[in-house]
């Protein structure tokens, strides 16, 4: 069964709302197949995932309804263990998760926010921790080092990492654009704009900063992240404050 397929029997039968899912157009599904909670989209603002036993991580505080049978356990330093939690203190980055698991379905949302579904097939999913809603159980957390891309969004040195098997949910501020990079097309993205990326990109952290920026006559964008190899980069419609806005 695939992430577009109805869910199986009654499960969320009650919602009235559309189910929809926007699967990472890198990866479609395969023939990979393990027992895994269903993540699909209602609406473009709420997750529901299926679990028949299993289990996802979630944002803390970001259960906005469920039926069935549901424990929730809060995972200290997002789940990834002594180093993770050891780096997110240091760099200042806050990442609360919480794992939920049982028999029913699990509504999650955050801030309104619009969700979208990366399908993971043994890669890697970057994305920044204010930006991840939920990954399901089989899915590995960490952080890397980003550098100068982190201090430029004012999100600190590391940022997370998603890898594995299985879907992951992250968010944006208005409908995510997902753009492909190649060899033939790099592409250049604003720090506020970044959401997530994933596949074999090479960053580069490059100023826009001109003399006609310091006259207040450039378009403000004082430095960009430039990605150049294969894979997909998230963009949102929205630019969070960053140490790279207008000068």
């Known amino acids: 069964m695939s992430a577009t397929d109805p869910a199986p029997g009654p499960l ?9 899912s926007r699967l990472c157009p890198l990866h479609p599904p395969g023939r990979y197949r393990r027992i895994v909670a269903m993540f699909r989209l209602q609406g473009s603002k709420v997750l529901a995932v299926d679990m028949t036993g299993d289990a996802v991580k979630a944002k803390n505080g970001s259960m906005v309804a469920y039926d069935g049978q549901m424990a929730f356990k809060k995972l200290t330093g997002g789940g990834e263990g002594i180093r993770g939690m050891v780096t997110r203190r240091l760099t200042g980055e806050q990442m609360t998760v919480m794992e939920v698991k049982g028999h029913g379905t699990c ?6 926010s619009e969700i979208n579904l990366v399908n993971l097939q043994g890669d890697k999913l970057y994305v920044e921790s204010s930006n991840l809603l939920a ?3 089989g899915l ?15 999100n600190g040195l590391f940022t997370t990492t998603v890898e594995g098997h299985g879907q992951a949910a992250i968010m944006s501020d208005g409908p995510a654009v997902v753009l492909r990079v190649s060899a033939q097309y790099p592409l ?19 100023s ?6 310091f006259l207040g006559e450039g378009g403000g964008e004082a430095f960009q992240i430039r990605f150049e190899g294969d894979g997909l980069v998230y963009v949102q419609p929205s630019e969070r404050n960053t140490i790279a806005g207008d000068l």
Do not use: E, K
């Open 107 to 112: 509504w999650f949302a955050d801030r309104a």
């Open 188 to 206: 250049t993205v604003d720090p506020g704009a970044y959401v997530a990326h994933q596949g074999n990109l090479r960053q580069s952290f490059q």
């Open 135 to 137: 990954t399901d159980a």
């Open 12 to 20: 969320g039968a009650r919602s009235g709302f559309q189910s929809t």
């Open 140 to 154: 590995r957390t960490g952080t890397s080092f980003t550098g100068l891309r982190g201090a430029s969004q004012g």
């Open 208 to 213: 826009g900063v001109t003399f006609r920026t």
